[in-house]
Structure formats: structure tokens, C-alpha cells
């Protein structure tokens, strides 16, 4: 415990990116191995280039894992997206397919019955995320984090990785003239209170359910932003927003959801912002033509396998939130491969 709170415009002296990454990118291995092992998934693929349905078709894939699948392919160069038909790419065919004397099916043959890896094959084709962390036991994230542990350990886990990434998105965010943020789903409230810590003006609420509401609290009270940040329990989907919010930040939040729950927080987010308010999606963004970056490609097959969600694409959001009404605007990096995008009512 440290005495005094930290101060949260402070920035470490040291670059955390690979401990960020290879706790992001934890699944990847396993998810490519279900692909070269049990599926073969490149032999096939090299004799039969195919669309996205045509694969999905052919073996029996459901749309959210196969496009985390093949943007994961992408950003290894392993697979190419040629006017929506997907080619083995000659790395790919050289090393992971039967036909080659450099095949290495083999060589990840002995991994195939890692738990993860058998749980890639199911969420492939049923498009239910498999438990958070593969534990068998465990109840489906959402449920978990209505328990007290699960949702203690959780929190402090989005908390600490918010001290370092809040800080590089709030000093990067213009809120000149805007006056109360609702960080929604906003767990411990790091972002909510960074955002105050570097604009000085600023007030803000975070809204989560119970019962991280109560860790919310404490969270506040204890880095001293009582005064500025409030907390307000609720269900995002069903209960309605804080109306006196003029910027709404959803950090984390959607790469936890599938399309239509997208759409719907985008929808219930518009409908309570005044005209001119200001939507800031915080997240690891996949780029246009979902090539890459490989670090948010297997961060993304981590989120598929345990949440309903993925990485969404810069276009993804831009076009989910332009449905909704939106102006996007552009997507600007931050720090640890994350980034986010803005846009006005
Ligand atoms: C992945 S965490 C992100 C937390 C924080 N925004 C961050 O960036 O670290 C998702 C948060 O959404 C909250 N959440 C999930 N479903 C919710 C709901 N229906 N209503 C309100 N909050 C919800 C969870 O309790 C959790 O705090």
C-alpha cells in the first residue's frame, strides 16, 4: 500500500510493453495451434482459397472467432484477404501445410490438448466465449464479476493497467469546455479520475454495477477525488444514464460486447448526450483492412475466447458509431498498443 495517492499525471520511467504483451497476446499460441493441429486449417485454405463464408461453411465457424481468426492469420502473414477471398500465403503454405518438406504440423502436434486450445475449437463453432482464464468451473464473465471475488481481483487487475494507460489518453483528449465525463462501465474509476487529474476543470461519474460500484468508491476516495468523481450504480444497458454528462467514455467496455450489444451502449449513449457531446472510445483497435497490429490480433483472440466481444476495427467503430448518429472522428494511439477514437453528437 502506498501512503500517499499517486500522483496520476506521473508517467513511469521505464517502457512497459513487453509485460503488456505477453499478457495480452496469452492465447495467440494456443489459437494458432488449434488452427494448424486439430483443423489443418492451411492445407485446406492453400487448395481452397475461400471467402469468409466459404470457410465458415466449410467448417462449421461462426462469424466473431473466424474474422479474430483470420485477422490473426493476417497480422502473422499467414493468410491474405484478396478482394475477399483468402489465400495461404507462400510462408504459410511453406511451413504449415501437409504437402511441404518444411511442414510444421508436427512440431505443434504434442500441444494440441492444451485446454485453451480445445477451447478454440469450440468457441469457433459456437460462438459461446469460453470461461475466463479456461477454468471449467467458473461462471461466464459477465456473472462473475456480479460476485464479490471475481469482481474484487478483476478490478484491480483494469486498475492497474488504467494507471499507466489513462494518463496517456487523458493528456492526448481536447475537453476544452466540456464539464462532466461519464466513464461507463468504469470499474475502480482510474479513467474517470486521470481525466480529472489532467483537467483540472473537469468533473466526473463512473457508473458500473454493484458490486463494483463499492470498489469504485473506495478506489476514489482513497487516490482523494471525492470531491470530482461520483459513482452511480446501474446497468449500462437497462437503466437510464446520468443526464447531466456533455462527454461519455467507454473504456474497455465495448471489445466485451458482440455487435448488437455495440450498438445498443452506442444508441443509449447518443440518445443521453446533449447535441455537440463527445463519445470517447477507449480500446486496442485492429487497423482499416484488419491486417494488424499483431499485438491487438492476439489481444483480440484472448477477448474471444473469454468475452462475448473482440478487438473491433477503426472502421468497425467508425461505421457502428456513425449508425448511431455520431460524427467519428479520427483514431489516435496512445500507449501499450491502445488508442482511442473520438466522435460528436
Ligand atoms: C473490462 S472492464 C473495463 C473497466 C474500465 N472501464 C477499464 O477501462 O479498465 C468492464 C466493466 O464494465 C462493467 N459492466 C459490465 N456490464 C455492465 C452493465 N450491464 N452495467 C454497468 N457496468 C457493466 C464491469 O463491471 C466492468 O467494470
Redesign the pocket.
Known sequence: MRDMPLDLTAVPSTDPIRAYRYRDGLYAADFITAAVVHLDFFTWLHANPSTKDGIAAHFGFTERPLDVLLTLCAANGFVENRDGTYHATPTAVEHLTSASPWNLKPYYASLKDRPIVKDYLQVLKTDKPANWGGDKAALDW?KA?ETDEF?RS??AA??C??IY?AQAMAKKVDLTGRKRLL??????G??ACSFCAHHPHLQATV???AP?DRIAQRCIDERGFHDRVSVAT?????DPLPADCDVHLF???LH?WGIAEVKELLAISYKALPAGGLLII?DAFINADKTGPLPVAEYSSLLMHSTQGKCYSTQEYADLCREAGFKPGAYQDTAADRGFMVATK
Not at 466513464?183 to 475502480?188: L, Q, T, V
Not at 446501474?234 to 437497462?238: E, S, V, Y
Open positions: 459477465h464479476m469482481s478483476f478490478t483494469m486498475d493497467r488504467g494507460l466513464d461507463i462501465g468504469g470499474g475502480s482510474i479513467y457508473l458500473d454495477q463494483v446501474g446497468n449500462m444497458f437497462k473504456s474497455n467496455v466485451d477507449h
